[in-house]
């Protein structure tokens, strides 16, 4: 397989992917709290890998948390509400809620479909999660070379 990226919501910059090592922002819809988190590209989905500060997270368990997939497995009895109490309750990192998030997130036509689809975007974005008209998408090229916007 080798690695996997995602095209950015915005076209705020002439950058239409993100390849490892990229800085990005991760906008986060109001119901969770709004807000961004700016993280660094390191493939795989993979969120605050190189942080010490933070757990580890996961783009697509993130995803799954957002659009309340079934079966979604959490410490504590409720359901995490906000993007805080996903990174810190949500395990988004395991098997189950990872995989549940990329059956809903990988193809167009699911993603087309969620009512919170992931927004990755360019640090330089300065709108909100409900601002940017975009949706992150996969990227044919997989996140091995720069690509940008025609």
């Known amino acids: 397989m080798g690695s996997f990226?995602?095209?950015r919501a915005d076209k705020t910059t002439k950058r239409s992917n993100l390849v490892k090592g990229d800085k990005y922002k991760i906008l986060i819809p109001a119901e969770f709290g709004g807000g961004y988190i700016i993280d660094t590209y390191y493939n795989y989905g993979n969120v605050f890998e190189y942080d010490s500060t933070r757990p580890n997270a996961d783009l697509y368990g993130i995803l799954a948390y957002w659009n309340k997939c079934k079966g979604m497995q959490y410490q504590g009895d409720t359901y995490p509400a906000t993007i805080q109490e996903i990174l810190e309750r949500g395990d988004t990192c395991s098997?189950?809620?990872r995989t549940k998030g990329i059956y809903i997130g990988c193809h167009k036509e699911d993603i087309d479909k969620l009512k919170y689809p992931l927004?990755?975007?360019?640090?330089?974005?300065?709108g909100t999660y409900e601002d940017c008209e975009g949706r992150s998408y996969n990227d044919p090229n997989q996140g091995f070379f720069k690509t940008y916007w025609q």
Do not use: I, M
């Not at 927004?119 to 300065?126: D, E, G, I, N, T």
């Open 95 to 97: 098997d189950n809620n």
């Open 5 to 7: 990226s995602w095209l």
């Open 119 to 126: 927004k990755l975007v360019s640090v330089s974005f300065k």
